[in-house]
């Protein structure tokens, strides 16, 4: 992904420290604010992809550590539910002051239900999503219950949380009795997507339906069901941001200043590790990538899966044209191509070739009220097509560096 690494103040003057997750060329149409889990950082893999999916349909997304977390300054032990809130705040103000203010809000397990209570006072947020949220904050507490009687005795323990050693003070308890959720979640006055998993074991299922039902119209829910609390399996986190990206463009006004990519001009991206590649082509943004059996995460078409679609698409689009402009009965085609390697001397015109050479098979299937003078024709008319004339004529190439 294009990113930004950037830097702002919370209201208690501490550095916190965030990142902006950038569409791979042009302007952003809209800005998303990211609310990481209770003890997590902005780096958990699940946001990486979640933030890819987003980017990918010409949104950026910003997300930060929280005080005392991650890179951020701050001491972890003197947050508490308040201060996330203040953080999400003056995150919202570092993006309305230095890009533009964010339309989309989410959060994650405890981030869920703070971007819920912090929404009503950001006037441009027009959306809410929730993953894997408590129905109130207080539901943290079990992960604290085997220490709360420490922390109320002596004003602190530490906790293992997620196999790491956290400080917990009593405020952070007192903290979180002091928020009435069920009238915020009933005022919220923001479209809300609620995505949960029935398998989450360390925020129930009905904690979900609880927000569901104090939540009032518009509002939408996910199953992601197989899916555990912190999306650890990279589909599901992928589901996560592809379903968010789908919902929020009903909600949402697109900002974007410039087109994404100039009219026939294509950009492609890939990161420092892994194959998966993004790609831009005018305003659509795609995914290319290679199969699991050659070291790929298989969420895409490879290279030569695009090439073998663009040959495929461009056929099909010239006997459609073909047969408007004679007025042909031709109601569907369907093109079927495979691509590899043959042996020269297997070729028909082989005399000079050595070695192997690339063989594309393309097969037509051509459906209508056609004669087979028609027919035939429209096999002829294939060869034709644009993308068919530009292999055959070995373009030339030419490769520079951007500067």
């Known amino acids: ?54 980017t990918l349909q010409g949104m950026a997304v910003l997300r930060f550590d929280f005080t005392g977390l991650g890179h951020s300054e701050g001491d972890f032990s003197d947050t508490n539910f308040t201060t996330n809130l203040s953080d999400l705040k003056s995150a919202y103000e570092y993006l309305e002051i230095n890009y533009r203010a964010p339309q989309i809000i989410i959060g994650h397990s405890l981030g869920g ?57 009593k405020q952070f308890i007192d903290d979180l009795e002091k928020y009435d959720c069920r009238q915020v979640i009933g005022s919220l006055n923001r479209s809300l997507l609620i995505m949960h998993s029935p398998q989450d074991n360390i925020v129930g299922i009905e904690n979900a339906a609880e927000i569901y039902q104090n939540a009032k119209h518009p509002k939408s829910y996910v199953s992601l069901d197989g899916a555990d609390h912190l999306l650890s399996k990279k589909e599901d986190s992928e589901y996560v941001g592809l379903m968010i990206s789908a919902w929020a463009k009903r909600y949402i006004t697109d900002q974007r200043e410039d087109l994404i990519a100039e009219e026939g001009e294509v950009w492609t991206r890939v990161g420092e590790s892994g194959y998966l590649t993004e790609i831009t082509a005018g305003k659509h943004q795609l995914l290319a990538d290679e199969p699991a059996s050659v070291g790929g995460s298989d969420l895409g078409p490879s290279p030569y899966g695009f090439l073998l679609s663009a040959l495929g698409s461009c056929t099909a689009m010239t006997l459609r044209m073909y047969a408007n402009f004679k007025k042909i009965d031709l109601k569907e085609v369907k093109v079927v191509l495979t691509h590899d390697k043959i042996h020269a001397a297997d070729t028909d015109d082989a005399e000079d070739q050595k070695g192997k050479i690339d063989r594309i098979k393309r097969e037509i299937e051509i459906s209508g009220d056609l004669t087979s003078e028609e027919r035939k024709r429209l096999i002829e008319i294939a060869d034709r097509c644009p993308v068919h004339k530009t292999l055959e004529g070995k373009p030339e190439i030419v490769t520079s560096e951007i500067k």
């Open 1 to 54: 992904m294009r990113f930004e690494n950037i830097t702002f103040k919370n209201s208690r003057g501490e550095v916190l420290n965030g990142r902006i997750d950038l569409p791979l060329v042009g302007s952003p149409g809209a800005y998303v604010l990211f609310a990481h889990c209770f003890t997590c950082s902005k780096s958990l893999m699940a946001v990486d992809n979640i933030s890819r999916a987003i």
């Open 113 to 169: 239900i703070a971007v819920i209570h912090v929404a009503f006072g950001l006037p441009s947020v027009k959306a809410v999503v929730t993953i894997g949220a408590p129905a109130n904050p207080t539901h943290v507490g079990h992960l604290i219950s085997d220490s709360k009687e420490e922390i109320i005795e002596k004003g602190s323990a530490t906790v293992d949380i997620g196999g790491r050693p956290f400080t917990i003070k």
